[in-house]
């Protein structure tokens, strides 16, 4: 009977289930309300100014103003990276913090100041948004919109008559909105020479403060007395126009402006080596300075001739005269084929003493390597004179951005010369029938410069300089600049095309010694060219 009982049971648990869900399935199906309608959606906009609070508690800065930049990548990479940027930045903060603290103690009767703990936390700075500004300046200027909730831990031990005291800061918060410049803009890395960083606003500065214990945060009226005082010392600091300057590179030694001349005398060569076959050689000398984009300077040929007298002079443009070298080179002029190079050598523009002329006697080498065992052949001698210009202290600008500020040409320049220096700023709007990918040729008096390409631009941006060292004044001449594009690939049936140019005369700059325009580039729609041209004289 036991086991009757138990058959019967579990069938009637089997059965009474499988009624029990057929049944709820029905009722379902059947009794289910009528009057259910279908969602309305209602555009933000129509909502009022308490709804959207509620649905968006905190509206980023890029809704509420358009000239705001998403940055979403940057607060991916400060996520990712800020482990590593807490334990960097901590240390940093201590190693600038510890002379200051060793230097101020003394003066308050305090045995020691240390750091116990010192951590930003595990949560980063997000930027809720960037705006960046365009200038005609060699500048580049953003204003991020900055906020930090986070949970560092920063305790600070004071020692003092036999005593010690630990004060702890927690739950920091800062809303910030700087203005961040990078300025001058300069052609090497990391290709600005200072920073300088200005508050738009007074910030918002929040964070808890205890004492053995104790938050000192929540004495009645001590707080909104540290909050306004914070806001009100970092703003007499830094609030625009104040600003936090940060130097990176030496303004002048990294855009590497022309700081002299070089004059060069090429005399003469002797005993040198015979190329040709058949009579002798056609020297000619070519002359250029290293870590310079100049192209060579190049005397007359002197035909069958291995003892040749040139007695003819160049100037030279020098921006860095601890590192740039004169290289001297003698060729085997042919009329057919390559020119064979007869011998080389060079001069370090540190070995010359400034304002002196200095005639030298050079032995020709196969090259410059003096550990190479062909340098040991005789072949030739090569007499130069040099003389090395250097601008004087007083013909500086004082301030490396100070505006409308023109360098004079050094001592030794032909009277009614100087130099002709263009500088290419950027251009807009310029665009290809094939491809953009501009870069600009500049040609004066049967000289060619031309600055580097920036592929896939129609606003390309050079800052690159150029220097003409001219034996008398420009004032009836013109300055040819033209941009091209070029194509980057190999087999297109239009791989060059000028995207449009300029003829610039000289004559308003030899007057004003100094002009900055934006010039609408000729055979193009919309394409403008910014180029700055100074006139430097000895005077």
Same mark, same amino acid.
């Given at each position: 009977?036991?086991f009757l ?13 499988s ?26 906009v129509?909502?009022?100014?308490q ?20 940055v979403?990548?940057?607060n991916?990479?400060l ?5 590593y ?7 940093? #903060? ?37 705006? !960046? ?6 500048e ?17 031990a ?6 010690? #005291? ?6 920091? @918060?800062?809303?910030?909105a ?6 001058? =803009?300069v052609?090497?890395f ?6 300088? &960083? ?7 500065v ?19 007395f ?6 009100d ?8 126009p104040? #600003?936090?300057?940060? @130097? ?12 002299g001349?070089?004059? !060069? ?14 009579g ?10 290293t870590?310079?984009k100049?192209?060579?300077?190049k ?7 291995l003892?040749? /007298? ?5 100037s030279?443009?020098?921006k ?20 064979d190079?007869?011998?080389t ?7 010359? *003493?400034?304002?002196?002329s200095?005639?030298?006697t050079?032995?020709? =080498? ?13 072949r030739?001698?090569? &007499? ?5 210009k250097?601008?004087?202290?007083e ?13 004079? #040409? ?6 009614g ?13 310029v ?21 580097k ?32 594009? *070029? ?8 791989p060059? /095309?000028?995207?449009g ?7 308003? &700059? ?26 430097? *004289?000895?005077?």
């Amino acid at each position: 009977m036991g086991f009757l009982s138990s058959i019967l049971g579990f069938c009637g648990f089997g059965v009474g289930v499988s009624a029990g869900l057929v049944i709820g399935y029905f009722m379902f199906i059947f009794f289910q309300p009528n009057d259910v309608k279908d969602l309305v959606i209602h555009p933000l906009v129509e909502r009022d100014t308490q709804s959207l609070q509620q649905l968006l508690p905190e509206i980023p800065i890029w809704v509420k103003c358009p000239d705001y930049d998403r940055v979403d990548w940057l607060n991916k990479f400060l996520e990712l990276m800020w482990p590593y940027l807490d334990k960097a930045i901590c240390r940093t #903060a201590k190693n600038i913090a510890a002379p200051i603290i060793v230097e101020q103690i003394p003066k308050y009767k305090i045995d020691s100041v240390e750091f116990e703990t010192l951590t930003l936390g595990s949560l980063p700075p997000t930027f809720q948004g960037m705006k !960046v500004y365009v200038t005609d300046e060699k500048e580049l200027m953003m204003e991020p919109y900055l906020k930090w909730a986070s949970n560092p831990n920063v305790s600070v031990a004071v020692k003092a008559f036999g005593l010690k #005291a630990t004060v702890q800061v927690i739950d920091l @918060q800062i809303f910030a909105a700087p203005r961040i410049t990078l300025k001058p =803009l300069v052609p090497s890395f990391p290709c600005f020479a200072k920073i300088f &960083v200005s508050l738009m606003e007074k910030p918002h500065v929040d964070f808890g403060l205890k004492l053995l214990g104790a938050d000192l945060m929540a004495i009645p009226g001590l707080y909104r007395f540290v909050q306004e005082t914070i806001k009100d010392q970092v703003a007499s600091m830094y609030l625009w126009p104040k #600003a936090l300057e940060v @130097q990176i590179l030496d303004p002048s030694k990294a855009m590497k402006r022309p700081v002299g001349i070089l004059h !060069v005398k090429i005399l003469r060569a002797m005993k040198l080596r015979k190329k040709d076959l058949l009579g002798a050689s056609d020297p000619y000398v070519k002359l250029k300075l290293t870590e310079s984009k100049l192209p060579s300077k190049k005397t007359t040929v002197k035909h069958s001739n291995l003892n040749p /007298e040139w007695n003819e002079e160049f100037s030279m443009v020098v921006k860095d005269p601890e590192s740039q070298a004169l290289e001297i080179s003698v060729y085997d002029w042919e009329q057919i084929g390559k020119h064979d190079k007869m011998g080389t050598n060079v001069v370090p523009l540190r070995d010359l *003493t400034p304002d002196e002329s200095k005639t030298m006697t050079l032995d020709l =080498l196969k090259n410059i390597d003096l550990n190479d065992a062909q340098n040991d052949k005789q072949r030739g001698q090569i &007499v130069v004179e040099l003389t090395y210009k250097p601008f004087k202290e007083e013909d500086l600008p004082k301030d490396f951005e100070e505006s409308g500020t023109v360098l004079k #040409a050094p001592e030794g320049t032909p009277p009614g010369g100087g130099v002709l220096v263009v500088i290419v700023h950027q251009a807009e709007d310029v665009e290809g029938k094939n491809h953009t990918n501009p870069y600009v040729r500049i040609i004066f008096k049967g000289e060619e410069r031309k600055t580097k390409q920036v592929k896939k631009n129609r606003d390309p941006r050079w800052e690159e300089e150029f220097s003409f060292v001219l034996e008398e004044s420009p004032v009836n001449d013109k300055l040819h600049v033209e941009v091209i594009s *070029t194509s980057t690939r190999i087999g297109l049936l239009h791989p060059k /095309e000028v995207l449009g140019y300029i003829d610039i005369s000289l004559s308003d &700059v030899v007057h004003n010694t100094r002009i900055n325009e934006k010039y609408h580039l000729i055979d193009s729609k919309t394409g403008r060219i910014q180029v700055e041209l100074q006139w430097r *004289t000895a005077k």
